[in-house]
């Protein structure tokens, strides 16, 4: 089954900074790559996703990059900012939603 | 458009008791995930359902069940509790039609076990 690693655990970058999150996927056969930002206490919602005919998207802040054939993908945040601060879960899944799975998750902290 | 509902948002069991979790989707929504998120811990597949059927299992023991109805509302339960099933159980919708997969997560249930 597919398995999603995720670096790092723990991040923290000063306001202003960028961060960089990074997972791998095992299954080649996954082609959707969403990212999820859970703030303390809330539940998780999906911040950007990506598919794998796209090599990259971007949404102001935040971008995607996927590289296929390395089953590697990674969320760029620049200039972040305190609201930032939250972790973050990647997920990869297959067609129709199959084998769903997300990442252990980055705590990431801003620090003003 | 309402969310993802969930109830109760806490509950708590003694060990060896029987919990039920349930989970609204959005409406024209199928598909019901549920996952397990211990404290300061990532997201644990347990369960999806699509359509009425179960189309995936998590590495978890059988006593963790549940089903769909035909109003794509959900179930989930847990016999035989132990101490560490207590955790935030969440619930997502999804829509198959638009090929997109974007999970909708609810509030969560609260789930202590003592």
């Given at each position: 089954g597919e398995n999603v690693e995720q670096h790092p655990s723990t991040l923290s970058v000063q306001e202003g900074d960028s961060a960089v999150i990074k997972c791998t996927y095992s299954d080649?056969?996954?082609?959707y790559f969403p990212w999820y930002k859970q703030e303390l206490g809330k539940r998780p919602q999906l911040i950007i996703d990506i598919r794998s005919n796209v090599g990259e998207k971007k949404d102001q802040r935040i971008a995607v990059t996927l590289n296929k054939t390395a089953k590697h993908f990674s969320l760029h945040i620049t200039?972040?900012?305190?609201?930032?601060?939250a972790v973050y879960f990647c997920a990869a899944s297959g067609n129709y939603g199959q084998n769903f799975v997300f990442g252990p998750g980055t705590r990431l902290s801003v620090l003003p | 458009e309402a969310g993802v509902t969930q109830s109760p948002t806490h509950l708590i069991k003694t060990r060896g008791q029987q919990a039920t979790l349930r989970c609204s989707p959005i409406s024209g929504h199928t598909s019901v995930y549920w996952y397990q998120q211990a404290l300061g811990l990532g997201l644990q597949f347990l369960l999806w359902y699509d359509e009425g059927e179960e189309r995936n299992r998590g590495n978890?023991?059988?006593?963790?069940s549940g089903r769909q109805f035909p109003n794509y509302s959900s179930e989930l339960n847990v016999n035989a509790l132990e101490l560490e099933d207590s955790a935030l159980y969440l619930c997502a919708s999804s829509t198959q039609?638009?090929?997109?997969?974007e999970q909708y997560f609810g509030p969560g249930t609260r789930l202590t076990v003592t």
């Amino acid at each position: 089954g597919e398995n999603v690693e995720q670096h790092p655990s723990t991040l923290s970058v000063q306001e202003g900074d960028s961060a960089v999150i990074k997972c791998t996927y095992s299954d080649s056969a996954s082609n959707y790559f969403p990212w999820y930002k859970q703030e303390l206490g809330k539940r998780p919602q999906l911040i950007i996703d990506i598919r794998s005919n796209v090599g990259e998207k971007k949404d102001q802040r935040i971008a995607v990059t996927l590289n296929k054939t390395a089953k590697h993908f990674s969320l760029h945040i620049t200039e972040t900012q305190p609201e930032d601060s939250a972790v973050y879960f990647c997920a990869a899944s297959g067609n129709y939603g199959q084998n769903f799975v997300f990442g252990p998750g980055t705590r990431l902290s801003v620090l003003p | 458009e309402a969310g993802v509902t969930q109830s109760p948002t806490h509950l708590i069991k003694t060990r060896g008791q029987q919990a039920t979790l349930r989970c609204s989707p959005i409406s024209g929504h199928t598909s019901v995930y549920w996952y397990q998120q211990a404290l300061g811990l990532g997201l644990q597949f347990l369960l999806w359902y699509d359509e009425g059927e179960e189309r995936n299992r998590g590495n978890f023991p059988p006593r963790f069940s549940g089903r769909q109805f035909p109003n794509y509302s959900s179930e989930l339960n847990v016999n035989a509790l132990e101490l560490e099933d207590s955790a935030l159980y969440l619930c997502a919708s999804s829509t198959q039609g638009d090929r997109t997969y974007e999970q909708y997560f609810g509030p969560g249930t609260r789930l202590t076990v003592t």
